[in-house]
């Protein structure tokens, strides 16, 4: 007899249509049985995401104080819309229009954001967070049926590994931008504040979660029937997959690096805050 079929019949059981609280399902009243405080995880989660949603919103309309030579904001990078700010480094590609005065991170943050928004990682922080898909281990969730990914919206989902070719071009050009921080505001090399340091920081962070992607591993090492044939990919592939397994918190560290980063040339750039120089 085939396994998972129903010794009394020989067939195989239909799926409950209503979930694990389903009438043919066991009658257990409570939710769950687990006494540690599980809520907590998806709680944080959902407030830290939040948090960064709430921030990013605002400075994604604010279209001002992004730019403070020879610092600019990796959430206006590259700024490619006609009213950019004039930037001495030739940063202000102008590919198009004004967008009726709307900022010009709108056209660049897509690209991030999409790449993190379809990130598994990521997917699992929110469902849990957000949707209750599920909250927690070995806690149900409250919907009445599940599809998964396999019908839209979340069928999009599958678009991450194309997500991924424009965050590596993004991460191109925030390195640029990070090594133009060793320049001053005449355009003279041999500069160094204290927000290199942070562009720094920030890029090699973002380096790290975007090599860390697992679409990024199955890039590099997938596909291969033997590794022996292919040494270079392999010692990639290992390279890669010791990222991975820290994708969970390279995913949060540059999410903050990258705020941190906006936040440090808002300052600047506002005139709130002096960049200091250490040479």
């Not at 799926?15 to 409570?30: C, L």
């Not at 604010?62 to 403070?68: K, P, S, V």
């Not at 920030?202 to 992607?213: F, Q, V």
Request: charged fraction near 15%; glycine fraction near 8%; hydrophobic fraction near 45%.
């Amino acid at each position: 007899m085939a396994t998972g079929t129903d010794p009394r019949t020989g067939t195989a059981p239909s799926p409950a249509p209503g979930g694990v609280h389903h009438a043919s399902r066991a009658a257990i009243a409570a939710r769950h049985l687990r006494t540690d405080r599980w809520w907590l995880a998806p709680a944080a989660t959902a407030a830290g995401l939040l948090a960064f949603v709430v921030y990013s919103t605002w400075r994604a309309f604010a279209n001002g104080d992004y730019y403070a030579a020879p610092y600019v904001s990796p959430f206006y990078s590259p700024c490619i819309a006609k009213n950019c700010v004039p930037m001495k480094d030739g940063a202000d590609w102008g590919l198009f229009g004004s967008w009726w005065g709307l900022s010009p991170a709108l056209l660049v943050l897509i690209f991030p954001l999409g790449f993190r928004l379809t990130c598994y990682y990521y997917r699992k922080a929110y469902y849990r967070g957000f949707w209750a898909s599920p909250p927690a281990c070995a806690v149900a969730e409250p919907h009445r049926k599940y599809s998964g990914e396999t019908r839209f919206p979340l069928i999009l989902q599958n678009v991450h590994r194309y997500f991924f070719y424009f965050a590596v071009i993004v991460a191109g050009i925030l390195t640029y931008d990070a090594v133009l921080g060793f320049r001053n505001a005449r355009g003279e090399w041999g500069h160094m504040g204290l927000g290199t340091l942070v562009l720094l920081a920030n890029i090699a962070l973002i380096w790290a979660y975007t090599l860390s992607c697992h679409s990024c591993r199955h890039i590099v090492g997938g596909r291969l029937r033997n590794f022996s044939r292919h040494p270079v990919r392999y010692r990639m592939w290992g390279w890669v997959s010791a990222l991975n397994a820290r994708h969970m918190q390279l995913a949060w560290a540059s999410l903050v690096s990258v705020g941190v980063a906006d936040f440090y040339v808002y300052l600047v750039a506002s005139g709130a805050f002096d960049d200091p120089r250490f040479f």
